[in-house]
């Protein structure tokens, strides 16, 4: 049922988590002459770990997959299309009994962004300068497996 994924929980390795059923995020590529960016979420001081840059992402409902969860939490933290994405892959942190899967989607057509009140600001950042941004603690550790370069 729909949100039925917000609220809290522990992971085998004794973290507390946002996200019932587990979270997942949405990792947007595109080319620019100049490099290969990535579309990066600085969340809203009031959000969990608020401050840091990350994805957009969050709970996944129980009726959801991993890629409708993220898809959906695309939209309404930056209004992305998902007719203007195209889904390539998946990785996930698995901590025993709670995941965060993030979904790595590239855009195939024309993409409006538009932050709603989760995101304080949404960035195209080149993949080389990502590890200099404050990353959520989840998102840095992951990073080095999503990256292309
Ligand atoms: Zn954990």
Redesign the pocket.
Known sequence: MRGDGNGWT????????WGRHGAAGLLLRRDTPDAAVVLLQHRAVWTSDGGTWAVPGGARDSHESVVQAALREAHEEAGIDDAAVEVVGQWQDD????AYTTVIADVIGPLRIVPNAESAELRWVAERDVPTFALHP?FASSWPSLRRI
């Open positions: 522990r992971c085998a390795l004794g973290h507390r988590h901590h025993g009994g709670w989840g």
